[in-house]
């Protein structure tokens, strides 16, 4: 698993480092050994490509869950799957090895997982660096790695020693630490020598240890620290010490200013007080900035491999990437659409939905000028969301301000946010609709977008249709959720659909883009909507586009359509061609509200290359559908050649 | 001017790059020389701490204006000033000494002048380095300036070898290069010894070389470089041959790639292609990773100087802020209001509006997401403009993209951009205002809003009422723009006063905030407005916040106004207090148009400790206006006692 000689493993973060000699976090991710949030929800078990062992981070502000680079598009239940190869059997839970321990310290069973490194990581497996998960790297990790050669023989575990006085027993009256070697050690940052700790009876040692102490101490206060001081008081030969500077720990009382004098003395900034980032030290904004810079770096910056890596030869979409011909008009249309993001799924704590059969999720996307839809749409669908958020590294952390600010948002763990990150040129609409829906947990889907406010009873009314319907048996049904608009900044919602009728007829509501595009919705048929009591169907035609309910396994967006234009209206074509019938609820609607026209329409709306490029898109598209439904894709194809409505959004 | 030993004056760099390690890319400046751009316009001179000579970038995507870093509201006449100490009286022009010169270089003269470097600086300056614009530093610059040390006791240049076949003159047939040794040196990093130039009469030496060889050659092909090899073929003693990783060349047929193997080897990257950024190289990727995550860096985590100076007190301001106490619940507030912001003036070149004795400018601010009101405000103000913009520093470079793709902004050369570089909680509105406010060129300021449009012929009008009024003799004048409001999301805006009463009449438009919070613009007596054939006086009445024309120098927004609410009514206080007559023009309008509300208002619009703040805020207020104005200021005691408006913005 870890070549010897220079740790490829190490790889990926020893570019990150050499290449930015940045600061850096590590996040998430465990062993193997099943995670469960403190909530007591079943996490994501990570995988990592190296010797690193994260503990869980306590504290809010750095808690994420898991994330996932690769497909964007992956199912909710690939998302746990990586890029580390095949996935070998899962391993026995750790956590029954620990869980006897009493244990007072805020990192709860997580810390103490520590102590079963040595059995839980595969007997070939030699050497580890373990990390808290609340460090910061000043510096290449290889270079710590290195210090595994200053080991003597017999020694087997490398560690800073403790920057308090905490282990001295003086801190306060009747003040019992646990047995250490002077100050004792700090166990933020270990280098492990597996095989001679296995070597040693490890299994036996710590466990005998602390049952000794046990007896006379009633927990552990600073979780696996405790006892691995304890062990190291005992065989004190199994400890190599390393350069304070591996882990300066910013603890409340902490005495590390001893250990660095320039800037450029820092490896590893430990922080180690629960207050972490909001902590008291002289130089704190200094330490807080290192931490920063790495927070808000632009992530697509260390995508790419070039020195370090040279025999492996890049991944498909990359290489396509950098066929393209830049002079090609259509370029940001084909460098967008190659583009393979970032995207971290549930991004912020997530209850998923309990599993019930007639549920529906309301998928949408959004960028940072539509955060301020959030609440309202909160308000309006009382049920499970699945959302797709198209961010900067930095946007992302503005917007988990924004959401811990907000009461509304905060309360619910129903919604999911799925952060894209922002990578080239255009918007990637569908890209980000597939994200949202991938991630879906209902049986049913409600396919909306940010600008629209459902009626207050659409989720209730929704699910109770499902069932009037019994669209269980007859899966290929497209619930149509007839589309309104108003054009006033202040506007009372109606709160039926007698009062919406009333709306309409005053002027205060029209049905939607009646005045630009009335096509777009024309098939839902607004008059016989007016009078329907039971739904009715539809058929589809040119240019529909309505907002439906389809099973979770409905087709994909398709992807090619990036930046403005035909994005949904291709997706209901392909509704149309894998015969879904189109029904509209009669007691349904959604109202789109005003806005002002975002950043990224108004760069292309009135370029004509993009109406061209638009139109290769198009011809591709049915080029595609030709090929998957054969004649049947013809009845598309003057829909197809149609020129695109002039102000589209 | 520069120590001996470690040089301080390279400091700050030093600093930021032991800190950071990153790369990094110099903007402007220059020494004292007069600069003016290739437009013709005279630039401001800049003051560099320390030997860092940038020559003009030649690329429109990377030449900026002088940034300048210090207090935000400085005015128009102070902002060439800088914290280097008193200014030395200007030196001579460099530009005659080498405008001689036939050069066919896109750098134009700036490049040439690096030859008049020994005698244009001071006598007692030794050593500096010399850097072009288009360098990415990739490490230490300590490092390169450590290079002297390997200088023998004649040599007095240091130069890295030119990375391409240009001078071994066989590019193609006739291809007549300048004389030089070998491949040549580069002159985009240069290591000089001043002092022994001077001795050995450089000035001499490169103007009899340049004036033999243009006696064949008709021009410099490479500006300074082709004078600085053909010195050096004569003179080859002067020249100390500096690593190539310190100038690794980007040019369009480059060498470089034999210099480097691994990423950590790199030193300084030189964008030396016209192509800059977009230069094809098989490694460019990398590289522009590393030029663009210093352009996105938040230059905010670069302001604190911590171990390199610690003889240094911090200044007032960073001091004040680290004694506010965390646990105060206008903390925020507190420190927002102490925060010194960086400020970019004139962001994207300017041309300033000839001097016109009625001429008036728009005065506005606003952040990222107004932007798409620029292009509607361009339309109906045809006259100069003094924005500033609070961004990150990625926003900033977001900016500049939508200004180079809009042809409505990248037409107007007299709007003046200024960024001022988003820090801290909340929105400094009225330090805002009043850096756009100092930046305004014109004896006449409209102090508007961004979501405002004015009438398309207020700027008409309003000159021909500075005018007609008679203004000049009586300055104290402030003239009330009348405001209204649509709620509507799309709008016909009126074209005369005519079309304005007949939309208000239709209730399509209404008078400002009237729904909300009439007081506001009540004194404006909107009544009379609608019959008023000529401009009438009306008195300051409470929260009386007007959109008003007054001369540039009129009184500055309180900064003590962060976030919102208060920071217009406080002006307008203000205003009154210093006996500013209120003049209603009786063809004016402005008209609000709907928007989503900002992220920053609905943070803390719902909050109860913001209203005990802005009420503490406006008590502080009262008590400055008491000491300024005596009795007088009795006045305004009950409406600064009044709440808050429920919903301001």
Same mark, same amino acid.
């Given at each position: ?406 009461? +509304?948002?905060? $309360?619910?763990?129903?919604?999911? %946010?799925? #952060? =894209?990150? !922002?990578?080239? /040129?255009? @918007? ?109 169907? +539809?058929?589809? $035609?040119?240019?529909?586009?309505? %907002?439906? #309910? =389809?099973? !979770?396994?409905? /087709?994909? @967006? ?92």
């Amino acid at each position: 698993m870890l070549p010897r000689g220079r740790p490829r493993a190490l790889g990926a973060a020893a570019l990150l480092l050499l290449l930015l000699l940045l600061g850096f976090l590590l996040f998430g991710g465990d062993l193997g050994c099943e995670r469960r949030e403190p909530g007591g929800r079943a996490g994501a078990p990570g995988c990592f490509p190296g010797p690193l062992m994260p503990r869980v981070p306590p504290d809010g502000r750095l808690r994420r869950a898991a994330a996932l680079d690769g497909d964007p598009g992956a199912g909710p239940g690939d998302h746990n799957r990586s890029d580390c190869g095949p996935q070998p059997p899962p391993p026995p839970k750790c956590e029954p090895q620990v869980s006897w321990i009493p244990n007072k310290h805020y990192s709860g069973l997580y810390g103490l997982m520590k102590l079963v490194l040595p059995s839980a990581l595969p007997a070939e497996l030699a050497r580890v660096i373990v990390l808290d998960t609340d460090v910061t790297f000043a510096s290449d990790i290889s270079e710590l790695w290195a210090l595994f050669a200053h080991f003597s023989d017999t020694q087997a575990i490398g560690l800073v020693e403790n920057q308090s006085d905490w282990y001295l027993g003086n801190l306060w009256k009747n003040h019992r630490p646990w047995p250490a070697l002077g100050r004792g050690f700090n166990t933020g940052v270990i280098l492990l020598r597996l095989d001679r700790l296995r070597q040693a009876g490890w299994e036996q040692m710590w466990r005998l240890t602390a049952r000794r102490e046990l007896l006379s101490l009633p927990a552990t206060s600073l979780a696996d620290q405790d006892i691995f001081n304890a062990v190291i008081k005992e065989h004190p030969g199994l400890v190599q010490r390393l350069p304070c500077v591996w882990n300066v720990q910013l603890s409340d009382h902490t005495l590390a200013e001893r250990c660095y004098s320039e800037a450029s003395d820092l490896k590893v900034i430990h922080w180690n007080s629960p207050k972490k980032l909001r902590v008291k030290n002289k130089h704190v904004e200094f330490f807080r900035n290192f931490y920063l810079t790495f927070l808000e770096y632009d992530g697509n910056l260390l995508r790419r491999e070039l020195f370090v890596c040279p025999s492996q030869p890049p991944p498909g979409a990359e290489q396509a990437l950098a066929q393209l011909d830049e002079e090609d008009p259509c370029f940001e249309f084909r460098q967008q659409q190659l583009t393979v993001h970032r995207v971290h799924v549930t991004f912020l704590p997530h209850e998923p939905p309990p599993p019930r059969p007639h549920d529906v999720t309301l998928v949408a996307q959004l960028s940072m000028d539509r955060l301020q839809m959030l609440e309202a749409l909160c308000r309006h669908w009382p049920g499970p969301m699945s959302l797709a958020l198209y961010l900067t590294d930095a946007e992302a952390q503005q917007f988990l301000h924004f959401v811990e600010a907000s009461p +509304v948002l905060a $309360a619910r763990q129903d919604v999911a %946010y799925h #952060v =894209v990150y !922002r990578e080239g /040129p255009l @918007y990637p609409v569908n890209q980000l609709r597939n994200v949202a829906l991938a991630q879906a947990l209902t049986p049913y889907v409600f396919l909306s977008d940010i600008d629209f406010l459902p009626a207050y009873s659409l989720y209730d009314y929704l699910r109770a249709s499902i069932e009037q319907l019994g669209l269980g048996s007859r899966r290929k049904a497209a619930l149509v959720v007839p589309a309104f608009e108003t054009l006033r900044y202040r506007f009372s919602f109606p709160h039926s659909k007698v009062e919406l009728l009333a709306l309409l007829d005053a002027g205060t509501l029209y049905t939607f883009r009646y005045h630009e595009w009335p096509r777009g919705h024309a098939p839902t048929d607004y008059a016989r909507w007016r009078e329907a009591q039971a739904p009715y169907r +539809v058929q589809w $035609a040119a240019n529909y586009e309505p %907002y439906v #309910v =389809v099973p !979770r396994d409905c /087709p994909r @967006y398709d992807p090619r359509f990036v930046g403005f234009g035909w994005n949904k209206v291709a997706h209901i074509v392909e509704l149309d061609a894998q015969e879904y019938e189109l029904l509209v609820l009669p007691e349904a609607f959604t109202i789109h509200l005003p806005h002002a026209p975002s950043l990224d329409i108004s760069r292309f709306r009135s370029s004509p290359t993009y109406r061209d490029c638009l139109q290769a898109l198009k011809d591709e598209f049915h080029q595609d559908l030709s090929r998957h439904h054969g004649a049947a894709a013809l009845k598309y194809l003057p829909a197809l050649q149609q020129p695109q409505s002039p102000a589209r959004g």
